[in-house]
């Protein structure tokens, strides 16, 4: 069971930092990617780090304002956002891996319930 936290209401230029944790384990040897879906759209790949060597992959027009790092004493993984624009409003997802393949959605089995974040002014 994984379990986003963060979310919320954010003011255009602002920031958030978002949490996945799993229930009763940790987080640290799987790899981990962080999705979105906006309202009437695909699910879309954010960024993603592998267990194996903490290498990171960012879709293109994430990088720069989105980092995607480990909380290794806590078993948790994070996605730091910053400069948010109304356009980043969506349902964050974290997914999470044995083993990394790809930074896309049909490469994650166990997926949590997702945090709304809202960029408005």
Same mark, same amino acid.
Do not use: V
């Given at each position: 069971q994984l379990v986003e936290s963060g979310g919320g209401l954010v003011q255009p230029g602002g920031s958030l930092r978002l $949490?996945? =944790? =799993? $229930?009763? %384990? $940790?987080?640290? *040897?799987?790899?981990?990617?962080? %999705? *979105?879906q906006a309202p009437g759209k695909e699910r879309e790949p954010i960024s993603c780090i592998t267990g194996s060597d903490g290498s990171t992959f960012y879709a293109d027009s994430m990088r720069g304002r989105f980092t995607i790092s480990r909380d290794s004493a806590k078993g948790t993984v994070l996605l730091q956002m910053n400069s948010l624009k109304p356009e980043d409003t969506a349902v964050y997802y974290c997914a999470a891996n044995g083993v990394f393949r790809t930074c896309e959605a049909d490469d994650f089995g166990a997926w949590g319930q997702g945090t709304q974040v809202t960029v408005s002014s």
């Open positions: $949490s996945c =944790a =799993a $229930s009763g %384990f $940790s987080l640290n *040897r799987h790899a981990i990617g962080w %999705f *979105r």
